[in-house]
């Protein structure tokens, strides 16, 4: 364990002088601040639905699928990009159509008054989630580059403040606990979609989503096409030129076990252990047990 607190944050008396609050303290004020604070799902609610996914989480090939099947069900032209916000939009660029569901996308928490205000309209909530371990790998190998090519283990560790790395284990725990509360207490405006259910049954989720969703018309045939024509190899040969990194990479790709020493997993287990309340259906130790 002597390595594990060599490396980590909190380890440095240097870096611990420039917290006035413990580690554990830091964490629930940092999720307490962003929970009042970050109004930007408050404001931006007036959608029929919204996905909320955690990065690298299959959110890509989610979005191209449903883009497809509103191109069959609307007569759509076809996406430019693997990244076009058109048919699929973001909070920030809502769909172009509008004869059509409105449904956009982001990585957005909720705030303390999302779903919690009566008389305000909000759009129903798609949860998209990963395991932790797949999604941490996915998301190192895509930006490593971007964070100056450190190691995984250090990447892994972190920063309890949350400014390091674009997105790290902190902030996906508190991804998974403020959803969390929100898919108990709300269960008919939330629902959750696990990326390796999605892989399983590819079918059987999508008409599951669309009904959630409330997209009309949709049956297995206009599914089926809509997996044929998102494929790994389709949407990678149809890259966003505006943007750098590789979002769809076909390389072959090191098993994810291959990144977790036993080190590293006792770590993650630890953290999940501390602060994790809502494991999503995932095999991770809980605050609660």
Known sequence: MRAFFEQSFFACPQNRKKLLLTEEQYFHFHAWTRRWSNASLLRRRHFDGHIVSMRQSGTHWLKNMLAQIMMALYDLPP?????????????????????????VHSHG?????????????????????????SELVSHYERFKGYYNDVDFA????????????LCGLYQRIRYMNEWGDLLQQKPEKVSLLRYEDLQKDTVAEMLRICAFLQIPNVDEGVIRRAIEATTREKMAAKPNPEVE?????????????????????????????????????????????
């Open 79 to 103: 996406l430019s990009h693997i990244q076009d916000d058109s048919i699929i939009g973001h909070t920030k660029s809502p769909p172009v159509y509008k004869h059509i569901p409105q449904i």
């Open 245 to 289: 990194t590789v979002v769809v990479r076909t390389e072959h790709k090191k098993p994810v076990a291959a990144y977790f020493t036993p080190e590293l997993n006792r770590f993650l287990e630890e953290t999940c252990r501390k602060y994790l309340r809502h494991s999503m259906g995932y095999d991770y130790p809980t605050v609660n047990g």
């Open 154 to 165: 250090t990447y892994l560790y972190g920063d309890i403040r949350q400014k390091k790395f």
């Open 109 to 133: 928490q909720p705030h303390g008054l999302t779903l919690r205000v009566p008389f305000l309209h909000f759009p129903r909530y798609l949860v998209l989630a990963r395991d932790l371990r």
